[in-house]
């Protein structure tokens, strides 16, 4: 969830691009990239409606409910007071643009990310073409430290003569994840064995699907992107980061999170 709704910002942040005429030839690509994330940190605490980016520090839904179905699985049920927290608490630890190779790199941490909220869901789970009863109620309370995104592109040309991204290459890290969820239909014991079972699952999860990021990345995420700047320079990706940052600075977002 956090995942996805990360990416998207990033998409919406990267549909309004457009070329512009304004010479910021003085500012090299990878400041741009710089400026241009420091000024996320700064305006996603207030969102920016003429960009349709949403309030996403903190990230809260108050109610959704949701009706899943798929073959034996069934899944009625809702979230409610969803608060997620820390997405602009970034830190870019070190971030930099070759002009001569025309790859950039760059490692880029979220200290803590916090979720907390409550679910609600009943119906059938399909196991191995076996429908099982669920029924959870359960508050969340769960949080990641140190989420870290190490990785590396370089600049090829599109079709139409404008940028596209090759040898993609990303790798990121939880150093641990913290989970305090509580399900009121389960006891002590049974919350406890949830909780240690979801902490190792994400861990493990987290290094099995290490290799498989670059493959879904390439399949869902660089397609769009390349789409959005084959029709543009460097210069003109430059600028676009450099006129998107103080579009947001001069926002003027004074909400401290
Ligand atoms: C969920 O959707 C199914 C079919 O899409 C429908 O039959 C069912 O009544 C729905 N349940 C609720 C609680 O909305
Ligand atoms: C969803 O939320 C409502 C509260 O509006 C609650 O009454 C309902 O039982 C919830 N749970 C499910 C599984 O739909
Ligand atoms: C980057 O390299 C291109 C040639 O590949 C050159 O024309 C351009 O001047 C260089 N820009 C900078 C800022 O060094």
Same mark, same amino acid.
């Given at each position: 969830?956090?995942?996805?709704?990360?990416?998207?910002?990033?998409?919406?942040?990267?549909?309004?691009?457009?070329?512009?005429?304004?010479?910021?030839?003085?500012?090299?690509?990878?400041?741009?990239?710089?400026?241009?994330?420091?000024?996320?940190?700064?305006?996603?605490?207030?969102?920016?409606?003429?960009?349709?980016?949403?309030?996403?520090?903190?990230?809260?839904?108050?109610?959704?409910?949701?009706?899943?179905?798929?073959?034996?699985? /069934?899944?009625?049920?809702?979230?409610?007071?969803?608060?997620?927290?820390?997405?602009?608490?970034?830190?870019?630890?070190?971030?930099?643009?070759?002009?001569?190779?025309?790859?950039?790199?760059?490692?880029?941490?979220?200290?803590?990310?916090?979720?907390?909220?409550?679910?609600?869901?009943?119906?059938?789970?399909?196991?191995?073409?076996?429908?099982?009863?669920?029924?959870?109620?359960?508050?969340?309370?769960?949080?990641?430290?140190?989420?870290?995104?190490?990785?590396?592109?370089?600049?090829?040309?599109? /079709?139409?003569?404008?940028?596209?991204?090759?040898?993609?290459?990303?790798?990121?890290?939880?150093?641990?994840?913290?989970?305090?969820?509580?399900?009121?239909?389960?006891?002590?014991?049974? /919350?406890?064995?949830?909780? /240690?079972?979801?902490?190792?699952?994400?861990?493990?999860?987290?290094?099995?699907?290490?290799?498989?990021?670059?493959?879904?990345?390439?399949?869902?995420?660089?397609?769009?992107?390349?789409?959005?700047?084959?029709?543009?320079?460097?210069?003109?990706?430059?600028?676009?980061?450099?006129?998107?940052?103080?579009?947001?600075?001069?926002?003027?977002?004074?909400?401290?999170?």
């Amino acid at each position: 969830m956090i995942a996805k709704s990360f990416i998207l910002v990033l998409l919406v942040a990267a549909a309004s691009a457009t070329p512009v005429t304004q010479d910021n030839s003085m500012i090299g690509y990878s400041d741009a990239v710089g400026m241009f994330l420091q000024a996320w940190q700064k305006i996603i605490p207030c969102g920016f409606a003429a960009e349709n980016l949403p309030v996403l520090a903190p990230f809260t839904v108050d109610f959704q409910a949701f009706n899943y179905s798929n073959g034996n699985t /069934n899944l009625v049920g809702n979230v409610s007071n969803i608060r997620i927290s820390g997405l602009n608490n970034f830190q870019i630890l070190s971030g930099g643009y070759d002009n001569s190779t025309q790859r950039a790199h760059f490692d880029v941490i979220f200290p803590q990310l916090q979720i907390l909220g409550a679910y609600e869901l009943e119906g059938t789970f399909a196991v191995g073409g076996l429908p099982l009863p669920v029924r959870q109620n359960v508050l969340l309370n769960k949080k990641l430290i140190d989420w870290r995104f190490v990785g590396e592109y370089k600049f090829a040309e599109s /079709n139409s003569n404008g940028l596209r991204i090759s040898d993609f290459d990303l790798k990121y890290f939880v150093a641990d994840v913290q989970s305090d969820h509580w399900d009121k239909y389960l006891d002590v014991a049974a /919350n406890n064995f949830v909780n /240690n079972f979801i902490e190792s699952f994400s861990m493990l999860f987290t290094e099995e699907i290490q290799p498989y990021v670059n493959t879904l990345f390439s399949m869902f995420v660089l397609p769009t992107i390349n789409d959005l700047i084959s029709e543009l320079d460097l210069t003109q990706l430059t600028n676009y980061f450099v006129m998107q940052a103080e579009m947001w600075n001069n926002a003027g977002c004074a909400v401290q999170v």
